[in-house]
């Protein structure tokens, strides 16, 4: 019974595409989050939902838009893809400073 | 300088040995520390959760968090070939976002 799960798991693209990964927490947990791990595994956030409002984005580019439908949901589109957005990208929840859960990841490579 | 140091590894030890981890800090409004476990090609997976400073123990796992230091450490007892994995420490201020360190690569040889 997945907590967090995400599609595609891999997605492979070309330059200048446009692409989404979507997310799905079944743990009722009111806050969600994009992560981006790079080549050298560093985690770091991209943006947070708080029960569908948007209360972080950290100086992400304007192509990636992100977008809850509702607090169990959040998806990723990306905007003309570029080769640095190759990486792995993690969807996360939590709830009430809790523990944070990740999700499995999506690989993607832009070539 | 970032905000979570964390030795990049790769760290082996024989099968058997202790596994001592950890992370050094700047911000002291750090206060939920995490240790996450990831495989390759896999998610991050909670390990161990502290809030404050103090002790902590799971199992074959021991967290501890000195805040005065701004360290904190993670020891897995009993190491085996399945703890193979990167360590990822991650920590939070006000609860509602993870700064992780950039892991330390672990192997335990049988």
């Known amino acids: 019974d997945t907590a967090v799960s995400q599609t595609p798991k891999y997605l492979v693209t070309q330059m200048g595409n446009d692409k989404s990964i979507k997310c799905e927490q079944n743990?009722?947990?009111?806050?969600m989050y994009w992560y981006k791990q790079d080549s050298k595994k560093f985690l770091k956030i991209m943006f947070s939902y708080n029960n569908k409002e948007l209360i972080i984005n950290e100086t992400v580019p304007n192509r990636f838009s992100p977008k809850s439908p509702d607090k169990a949901h959040l998806n990723l589109h990306i905007n003309s893809l570029e080769l640095g957005d190759s990486a792995v990208y993690f969807c996360?929840?939590?709830?009430?400073?809790?523990?944070?859960?990740f999700g499995p990841g999506t690989r993607l490579t832009v070539l | 300088q970032k905000e979570v140091e964390q030795d990049p590894g790769p760290l082996s030890v024989p099968e058997g040995a202790i596994v001592s981890l950890n992370c050094t800090y700047s911000n002291s409004a750090f206060q939920y520390f995490m240790w996450y476990r990831q495989y390759s090609r896999k998610g991050p997976e909670l390990l161990m959760y502290t809030y404050s400073s103090g002790n902590k123990e799971d199992g074959r796992f021991t967290a501890q968090v000195d805040k005065s230091s701004k360290y904190i450490s993670l020891f897995i007892r009993d190491s085996q070939p399945s703890d193979s994995a990167t360590y990822l420490c991650?920590?939070?201020?006000?609860?509602?976002?993870?700064?992780f360190g950039g892991g330390t690569r672990v192997l335990v040889k049988p």
């Open positions: 743990l009722g947990h009111d806050t």
């Open positions: 991650a920590m939070s201020a006000a609860g509602n976002k993870l700064t």
């Open positions: 996360a929840s939590s709830q009430d400073r809790g523990y944070w859960f």
